[in-house]
T-cell receptor, first 113, second 113 residues
Framework: DVKVTQSSRYLVKRTGEKVFLECVQDMDHENMFWYRQDPGLGLRLIYFSYDVKMKEKGDIPEGYSVSREKKERFSLILESASTNQTSMYLC????????????FGAGTRLSVL | AQSVAQPEDQVNVAEGNPLTVKCTYSVSGNPYLFWYVQYPNRGLQFLLKYITGDNLVKGSYGFEAEFNKSQTSFHLKKPSALVSDSALYFCAVRDGGYNKLIFGAGTRLAVHP
């Protein structure tokens, strides 16, 4: 089974802190994604990566950055956390083949106080 | 631009009755359509997808979905609902390359005993 592991289930941070969310997948997938999930808005794509060191902005990249130094690991960075970044963050991965499904981690619920 | 809509925030069904969760889409070209389910405090799990072929797609846990090109719909169905089907359901459409997805806002399914 594909496994996508997010390092934390719950995080509480202070405004202005630098926050790292880590995601690791064990299936040698080329593509990795970071979403945030908010009630009534569904999932919105923050950033994705299609290869090591390659990244593309999604629909809501402002206030975020990402890092992919190894194929299995994709990190989301909040440079200076703000209260409006309080949300559920979901990581996913997929193969490159067209139409392949995305596999999701359990999510990290981040609260910024 | 690609988009997907889930017109119902919540669907209530009695156990044993058939259920339908609605999804409509707008894409240029042929759509790649997906359904995912999210149980409380969990990530998303893949249910089924339509890429091409038979308009009736069968998926996990007894769910199926019907692709209707003329109505641009991809409704999720199950002949007999279970209480354990209660969850948040997301419809998604592939958006360009790298298997990016655009998600609907989600529909909460409540199955009552």
């Amino acid at each position: 089974d594909v496994k996508v592991t997010q390092s934390s289930r719950y995080l509480v941070k202070r405004t202005g802190e630098k926050v790292f969310l880590e995601c690791v997948q064990d299936m040698d997938h080329e593509n990795m994604f970071w979403y945030r999930q908010d009630p009534g808005l569904g999932l919105r794509l923050i950033y994705f990566s299609y290869d090591v060191k390659m990244k593309e902005k999604g629909d809501i990249p402002e206030g975020y950055s990402v890092s992919r130094e190894k194929k299995e690991r994709f990190s989301l960075i909040l440079e200076s956390a703000s209260t409006n970044q309080t949300s559920m963050y979901l990581c996913a991965s997929s193969l490159r083949a067209r139409g392949d499904i995305q596999y999701f981690g359990a999510g990290t619920r981040l609260s910024v106080l | 631009a690609q988009s997907v809509a889930q017109p119902e925030d919540q669907v209530n069904v009695a156990e044993g009755n058939p259920l339908t969760v609605k999804c409509t889409y707008s894409v240029s070209g042929n759509p790649y359509l997906f359904w995912y389910v999210q149980y409380p405090n969990r990530g998303l799990q893949f249910l089924l997808k339509y890429i091409t072929g038979d308009n009736l797609v069968k998926g996990s846990y007894g769910f199926e979905a019907e692709f209707n090109k003329s109505q641009t719909s991809f409704h999720l169905k199950k002949p007999s609902a279970l209480v354990s089907d209660s969850a948040l359901y997301f419809c998604a459409v592939r958006d360009g390359g790298y298997n990016k997805l655009i998600f609907g806002a989600g529909t909460r399914l409540a199955v009552h005993p």
